[in-house]
């Protein structure tokens, strides 16, 4: 999987994972995958720069978290493209207003697509999945729907 931290424009830090099986610990991409709602409690969600990611550790919302998954989709493409990270990154620009309930722009928040990288791809890794977080190390805790910050 690729995560992009997209701080106030839209720029994408690669981030790299499940390069070989040995990081998926015996875990399945079927594991790996998000569901909305989700709540991470991995602060490397929120951090910018490069990090490997495998199983995010998901947590009840109510609890402090680092992120929230706010959509997710599977990739329709016949073969990996590296055009799959702005594909990952537009989708989540795009769902980020419906979900927090003002504009990117507008928001104090920010977002991290997760998407799959060549080698997760060969694993039958399809899934975008983003997540709204705060600045690197910020918790909230509860649902960030409808906050309108």
Known sequence: MRVSFAP??????AVSALSGCSLLGGATVEELQLSVGECISDPSVADEGNQEVGELPVIDCAEPH???????????DEEFSADIVTQADDACYEEFEGF??????????????ISPTSASWDLGDRQIACLVVGGTGEEFTGSLEGAAA
């Open 8 to 13: 106030i424009a839209i720029m994408a830090l």
């Open 100 to 113: 927090i309930g003002v504009a990117y722009e507008e928001s104090e928040y920010y977002f991290s697509a």
């Open 66 to 76: 680092f992120g929230e998954v706010y959509h997710t989709e599977n990739v329709t």
